[in-house]
């Protein structure tokens, strides 16, 4: 069974559909595709070559401007319905910064209606901490006329900026099948702005093409973890791991504190 992000609108809910489906002997499968956006992976990548040195700050923002509300679900503030983007778009921002930095030890979150006062949150900023004492700026909203890059990633000798996000969604809005041999892959003018420090104390600036995005491999691991039991894509403890961080930075964003989180909330 695969179900939409986010699994459910609390961890303790979560647990609750996962034991249920336990005890039917069904598999759940979290669709957490942004995982295998080409920006993230490309930023995976850089992580894992070394080149950035310690990194020590992530930002990572969804942000677009949407003047009238849709009125659907993701507008609705009835817990019932998971809306607001502190859920909705922050299951996929906390599920990416917890991939690529580590255990998060504390959590302070805003979350505001700013476009109808009855309405769900449409924008939120929310700071993890990790237990390297790197941090994670996370930011969403409905209500942004302006955004700042998709992604800004710093180290201690380097970092990158990607300032597009990836393609696929509307890619499958526009009918592209992922069976296409050209599916994932960006624009060549859609690149990461690469800056190395020399030791020389010299800048040297590049562009890199962003990695190709594999949204089309998670169905096939949903497959094959039915049929032979091969590994999930998204194991349901990184969901509930993720839901941990979200209710902490609901609590945070209603009592105007930090929300420390023991143990720390981490990935497989």
């Known amino acids: 069974m695969v179900i939409d992000k986010p699994l459910a609108a609390t961890a303790a809910q979560a ?10 002997d069904v598999q759940v499968h979290p669709f ?4 295998w956006d080409s920006d993230f992976l490309t930023l995976r990548t850089l992580v894992a070559e070394g080149s950035l040195g310690r990194i020590h700050r992530f930002e990572s923002r969804i942000e677009r401007l949407r003047t009238l509300p ?13 809306g607001g983007v502190l859920l909705d778009f922050g299951a996929h ?5 917890l991939a690529l930095m580590g255990p998060v030890t504390s959590v302070t979150a805003h979350a505001r209606s700013v476009r109808d006062p009855l309405a769900a949150n ?9 237990a390297d004492s790197s941090i994670s700026i996370l930011v969403a909203s409905q209500a942004a006329a302006f955004g700042d ?21 509307a890619a499958l809005k526009a009918g592209l099948l992922p069976s296409s041999p050209v599916w994932g892959i960006e624009p060549s003018e859609i690149t ?49 791991e993720n839901l941990r961080v979200l209710d902490a930075a609901r609590l ?11 143990p720390p909330a981490a990935h497989v």
């Not at 559909?17 to 336990?22: L, T, W, Y």
């Not at 800048?203 to 962003?210: E, G, H, Y």
């Not at 209603?254 to 989180?261: I, K, M, N, Q, R």
């Open 149 to 169: 890059p998709r992604f800004v990633l710093l180290g201690t000798t380097g970092g990158v900026r990607i300032s597009e996000s990836d393609s696929q969604e």
């Open 32 to 35: 957490q595709n942004r995982r």
């Open 70 to 82: 849709k009125g659907n679900w993701r507008e609705s503030a009835d817990p019932e319905d998971f």
């Open 15 to 24: 647990h609750i559909v996962i034991d249920a489906a336990a005890a039917a």
């Open 192 to 240: 990461a702005h690469v800056r190395i420090g020399e030791t020389s104390g010299e800048l040297v600036d590049t562009q890199i093409t962003l990695a190709t995005g594999r949204w089309n491999t998670f169905y096939p691991s949903v497959l094959g973890s039915i049929l032979d039991g091969s590994p999930a894509p998204v194991p349901t403890s990184d969901v509930i």
């Open 93 to 97: 921002l906390v599920d990416q910064a």
């Open 252 to 262: 945070s964003a209603d009592t105007g504190e930090a929300v420390h989180l023991t």
């Open 122 to 130: 449409d924008d939120m900023q929310m700071v993890l901490t990790h």
